[in-house]
């Protein structure tokens, strides 16, 4: 069997290539980056790799060729969710025969919400990465009908040992703070000075501990989600009041030698407790929906600015992991699923998108199909501008 994954930014190719490689040892694997307008750079482009060979950044026109050419069995469209609709409406909609579209997020996605459920809806196969995600996403999908199978996976970048069995560290000294940034949220510049304040505080009062705000991006390359105000600009900005330290590179790599680990709702928190890191959830900005952060309700992660300058880092507590992405790996069902659909016979997923109705949003500012409308206002120009983009990259 062969699959094929694409995916269009740093944080979705991390989890492509973690997903390849979690699958049995007898499949052809080929991973392939499509150019948008968010393309990682090559920095960032290793960096999820890790020590794999380094994906081809491809035209849409090319990625066609490769799939036409390569003739996978399934292919994994680990894109965000307008590129996903693209790439599989128009893009790769006329191989024959016609894989498996695999689809996921590459991190947390609680609460699940309708609008990545309907763009991806042209999908056979969601992959899902936790109990709670898999009742929620399948809550939308009997609401709102079309897609695919929902499929359980553990994030493949997890390294979780089985049985309950600690974490065994590499025996390196451990004296690192991680800070992982979150390009969306705190939004606001006042605020996101103010966990760059905290942070200086904590250096200042432990000398012995070496503070890191571990950027996604460097300063002018892209990322999955723009960021208004980025943490190394604004530390500039403050006149740099204090001792921190400002890297990109491998989460793993960082972790590997961590003392504590802080965020205020990046997906690296569920690294950091793999690795038995303690750990701390900023709830100082709010904990909701927006702030993406509610799947920490219950954690006994949870904590304030305060906590962050006194060091007063936690460990997450045991029910809250069972149900939270740390359930065990024999509960996966992803892999059984694409077995199901491989062997076939099979209706193919039924987009939400498809028909008269889809293509004709293509000449007006706001798609209209039989969903909650608030669900579909999806500007023109943004897609106008993303089909240009993968037709002419």
């Known amino acids: 069997m062969r699959i094929l994954a694409v995916a269009d930014s740093d944080s979705y190719l991390k989890w492509a290539s973690c997903l390849l490689a979690d699958?049995?040892?007898?499949?052809?694997?080929d991973l392939a980056v499509v150019r948008t307008p968010i393309?990682?750079?090559?920095?960032?482009?290793?960096?999820?790799?890790?020590?794999?060979?380094?994906?081809p950044v491809l035209s849409a026109r090319s990625l066609r060729r490769t799939a036409q050419r390569t003739r996978p069995d399934a292919i994994v469209v680990a894109c965000t969710g307008p590129v996903v609709d693209v790439l599989v409406a128009e893009v790769l909609d006329e191989l024959r025969p016609r894989p498996v579209f695999v689809t996921g997020l590459p991190g947390i996605s609680v609460p699940a919400t309708?609008?990545?459920?309907?763009?991806?809806?042209?999908?056979?196969?969601?992959?899902?990465?936790?109990?709670?995600?898999?009742?929620?996403?399948?809550e939308v999908a009997g609401r709102l009908g079309g897609g695919g199978r929902v499929g359980l996976a553990r994030l493949p970048?997890?390294?979780v040992p089985e049985d309950g069995a600690r974490?065994?560290?590499?025996?390196?000294?451990?004296?690192?703070?991680?800070?992982?940034?979150?390009?969306?949220?705190p939004r606001g510049r006042e605020e996101r000075e103010q966990v760059l304040l905290a942070l200086a505080k904590l250096a200042e009062r432990r000398p012995d501990l070496d503070v890191v705000v571990k950027l996604r991006a460097l300063d002018g390359e892209r990322q999955t989600h723009n960021e208004r105000h980025p943490y190394q600009r604004l530390w500039q900005e403050l006149g740099e009041p204090g001792r921190l330290r400002f890297a990109a590179g491998s989460m793993d790599e960082h972790l590997a030698v961590a003392a504590g680990f802080v965020t205020v709702s990046s997906t690296a928190a569920l690294e950091a407790i793999a690795r038995d890191v303690p750990s701390l959830v900023l709830e100082d900005f709010g904990v909701s929906a927006?702030?993406?952060n509610l799947v920490f309700t219950g954690s006994g992660l949870l904590g304030t600015l305060d906590d962050l300058a006194d060091g007063a880092f936690r460990e997450a507590r045991g029910a809250w992991r069972a149900a939270n992405y740390f359930h065990p790996a024999a509960a996966g069902t992803w892999v059984g699923l694409l077995?199901?659909?491989?062997?076939?016979p099979r209706e193919p997923a039924r987009s939400l998108l498809d028909g008269a109705e889809h293509l004709a949003a293509r000449r007006r500012a706001r798609l209209r199909v039989e969903v909650p409308p608030e669900v579909?206002?999806?500007?023109?120009?943004?897609?106008?501008?993303?089909?240009?983009?993968?037709r002419t990259g």
Do not use: N
């Open 114 to 138: 309708d609008k990545a459920w309907l763009f991806r809806s042209g999908c056979d196969l969601f992959v899902v990465h936790s109990e709670r995600e898999a009742a929620e996403f399948g």
């Open 167 to 185: 974490f065994e560290p590499d025996g390196r000294e451990r004296d690192r703070v991680v800070f992982a940034t979150q390009a969306k949220v």
């Open 157 to 159: 970048f997890l390294r």
């Open 376 to 390: 579909l206002r999806i500007g023109y120009r943004t897609k106008r501008r993303l089909s240009r983009a993968l």
């Open 339 to 344: 077995d199901e659909l491989l062997a076939g």
């Open 290 to 292: 927006e702030m993406i």
């Open 39 to 55: 393309v990682p750079s090559p920095l960032q482009i290793a960096a999820a790799v890790g020590d794999g060979p380094l994906p």
């Open 23 to 29: 699958l049995p040892g007898d499949w052809e694997r």
